[in-house]
């Protein structure tokens, strides 16, 4: 098995002492996990790029830019910009453009990722298998941090894992909402490479000790 990363989520992070909170992943985590969400894919507003800008001067730990936006295209360069690793984007946005959507974001020197909320069946991004360099796979339905975990995830998950080892492909697996002490094993046994953690990292007393003990769980 490839190594089980942890990227935590820096929705949940304390806004009031941001550079703490990204370097503890730079220090402790694999990637960070940030959030893009425009009020309208999704029933949120987070942050956006005059947020990321300032993170980018301190990330050592590679980037990963989750766009829950509508048109997400218009975004792709200036996530590049930022100097973000991975990209993803959610088929919800997307549909026929996605194959499009992951060459520009490969074009552009990141990682593709697709991104699925739990109500669009997992066979949807089969065909974007050879394509996508990952798939987000929501394990709530994307727009809050803090949610339950929905436990069909794991199917789903195993589902993707299945077809993409079938095929011999390579595509990373990453899921995110309500991974904690409790789901990242079952997670990580249905075949996840990637796991985000917000609440239960930051909102734990030892962040640091909280990633490791995901990582190794
Ligand atoms: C939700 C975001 C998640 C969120 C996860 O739409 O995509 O990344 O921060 O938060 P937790 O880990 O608290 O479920
Ligand atoms: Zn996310």
Redesign the pocket.
């Given at each position: 098995m490839a190594d089980f990363k942890i990227a935590p989520?820096v929705?949940?992070a304390d806004f009031l002492h941001l550079e703490k909170d990204i370097r503890l992943v730079n220090e402790c985590g694999d990637v960070i996990?940030l959030?893009v969400m425009d009020g309208t894919l999704v029933p949120n507003i987070s942050f956006g790029f005059s947020v990321i800008d300032h993170i980018a001067k301190i990330a050592t730990a590679p980037m990963d830019v989750?766009l829950?936006v509508v048109e997400p295209q218009r975004w792709f360069k200036k996530v590049a910009s930022e100097g973000a690793a991975m990209c993803s984007f959610h088929y919800e946005a997307a549909k026929h453009n996605t194959a499009d959507y992951i060459a520009q974001i490969q074009q552009l020197g990141m990682k593709a990722g697709v991104a699925v909320n739990p109500d669009v069946p997992i066979s949807k991004l089969f065909p974007f298998i050879g394509k996508a360099d990952y798939f987000l796979v929501m394990s709530?339905f994307?727009?809050?941090?803090?949610?339950k975990f929905i436990y069909e995830s794991l199917d789903r998950v195993a589902e993707l894992k299945a077809e993409i080892e079938k095929r011999g492909d390579d595509a990373l697996i990453e899921i995110?909402?309500?991974?904690n002490l409790s789901t990242v094993a079952a997670v990580r046994e249905a075949g996840v490479d990637i796991a985000?953690?917000?609440?239960?990292v930051y909102g734990s007393d030892d962040p640091a000790n909280a990633i490791a003990a995901l990582r190794s769980a």
């Open positions: 989520s929705l949940a996990h959030d989750h829950m709530v994307a727009g809050f941090g803090g949610q995110d909402g309500g991974i985000v953690a917000g609440s239960s």
